[in-house]
Structures are given as structure tokens and as C-alpha cells.
T-cell receptor
Framework: DVKVTQSSRYLVKRTGEKVFLECVQD?????MFWYRQDPGLGLRLIYF???????EKGDIPEGYSVSREKKERFSLILESASTNQTSMYLC??????????????FGPGTRLTVL | AQSVTQLDSQVPVFEEAPVELRCNYS??????LFWYVQYPNQGLQLLLK??????LVKGINGFEAEFNKSQTSFHLRKPSVHISDTAEYFC???????????FGKGTRLSVIA
């Protein structure tokens, strides 16, 4: 089974802090994604990556950056956390090609609160 | 760009009754379609997917969905729901070209005893 893990289930930070959210997958997937989930808005794509050291902006990249130094790890960085970044953050991964293309596998999520 | 509309934000239904959760997507030449379920305080879990072939797709937990190209719909159905089906359900679509999924805003299914 594909396993996607996220470093924290719950996180509380203060305004202005630099925040790192880590995601690791163990199925050698090429693609990795970061979403935020807010009530009534569904999932919104922040950034994604098709390969090591590659990144693409999603729909709401402002205030975020990412890092992918190794294939299995994709980090989301909030350079200076703000209260409007309080949200549930979900990481996902998928294969680049094959019968399972585009099927995304999700981690359990990190609920971030910025005070 | 693709878009997905889930027509109902909340669906209450009595236990053992049938349910249909509606999903429409914007038109494209070919698409991949997905339904995911999210139980409280958990990540998303794949229920079923349509990539090609038969338009009726069966998934886990007794759910099924029908791909209707002419109506650009992919509605999710279950003939008899359980209390344990209470969750949020997300429809998603991709352009079948290794593009990120586009998600709907979700439908909260509440099963009442």
C-alpha cells in the first residue's frame, strides 16, 4: 500500500514564524502535491512537483514556497506565517505514468493554527 | 481549465436509504474522474475512479458511479447507506495528461439513524 506521511497532525505557530511542513511518500512516486483545505472551499492546490528540484505553482502559491531535494520528500514552507494561513494542509503523491496515473494518494493532513 | 461542480454541499439521509451525490465537470476531449472520501480528521481516501472503458464504475464500501459523457456528469450512488458512511465526499477530474487533479468543493453526507 502507498503510504504518505506528514510530520505533524497538529501544529500551533505564532504570526511571523517560519513554518516547515514535511511530507514523505514510500512508493517512489514522481509527482507530489500540497493542498490546503478550508470549509466550503474544498481543496486548493498550492504547489506541486514532477521531479526532484522541480516545482510548479498551483492556484494559491502566495505566501508559500516548497522544496524537493529528494524524490520521496516534499516540504511546504511558510516564510512568515499569518493568521489567514490557519488551515488543514494535505500532501499527496502520484505516479508520472502508467495505469495508475493521476490517482493521488493522500497523507493524513496537518492542521495548522497561526496565532 | 477544468472545473468541477458538486451540486449539493450537504446531503442528509436516513440509514439504509439510497443516496446519490452529484458531480458535473466542464467539458474536455478526455478526462479521468475520481471520487474521494474524507472521514473526520483524516486525509482523503480513493473511493473509485474512471479512466476508460465501462461507464459504470464500482468502488469500495458498496459505492458506484456512472460516467455520462453527454451530460458531463459522474454521480456517486449507494443503494443503502450506513452510519459509517457519514463523511465528506469529493469529486475530482484531470485532463488525463498527468495534470493535477481539480477538486470540487465537497459534499457532506450525514447518515441519520
Amino acid at each position: 500500500d502507498v503510504k504518505v506521511t506528514q510530520s505533524s497532525r497538529y501544529l500551533v505557530k505564532r504570526t511571523g514564524e517560519k513554518v516547515f511542513l514535511e511530507c514523505v511518500q514510500d512508493m517512489d512516486h514522481e509527482n507530489m502535491f500540497w493542498y490546503r483545505q478550508d470549509p466550503g472551499l474544498g481543496l486548493r492546490l498550492i504547489y506541486f512537483s514532477y521531479d526532484v528540484k522541480m516545482k510548479e505553482k498551483g492556484d494559491i502559491p502566495e505566501g508559500y514556497s516548497v522544496s524537493r531535494e529528494k524524490k520521496e520528500r516534499f516540504s511546504l514552507i511558510l516564510e512568515s506565517a499569518s493568521t489567514n494561513q490557519t488551515s488543514m494542509y494535505l500532501c499527496a503523491s502520484s505516479l508520472w505514468e502508467g495505469a495508475d496515473t493521476d490517482t493521488q494518494y493522500f497523507g493524513p493532513g496537518t492542521r495548522l493554527t497561526v496565532l | 481549465a477544468q472545473s468541477v461542480t458538486q451540486l449539493d454541499s450537504q446531503v442528509p439521509v436516513f440509514e439504509e436509504a439510497p443516496v446519490e451525490l452529484r458531480c458535473n465537470y466542464s467539458s474536455s476531449v478526455s478526462v479521468y474522474l475520481f471520487w474521494y472520501v474524507q472521514y473526520p480528521n483524516q486525509g482523503l481516501q480513493l473511493l473509485l475512479k474512471y479512466l476508460s472503458g465501462s461507464t459504470l464504475v464500482k468502488g469500495i464500501n458498496g459505492f458506484e458511479a456512472e460516467f455520462n459523457k453527454s451530460q458531463t456528469s459522474f454521480h456517486l450512488r449507494k443503494p443503502s447507506v450506513h452510519i459509517s458512511d457519514t463523511a465528506e465526499y469529493f469529486c475530482a477530474v484531470s485532463d488525463s495528461g498527468n495534470t493535477p487533479l481539480v477538486f470540487g468543493k465537497g459534499t457532506r453526507l450525514s447518515v441519520i439513524a
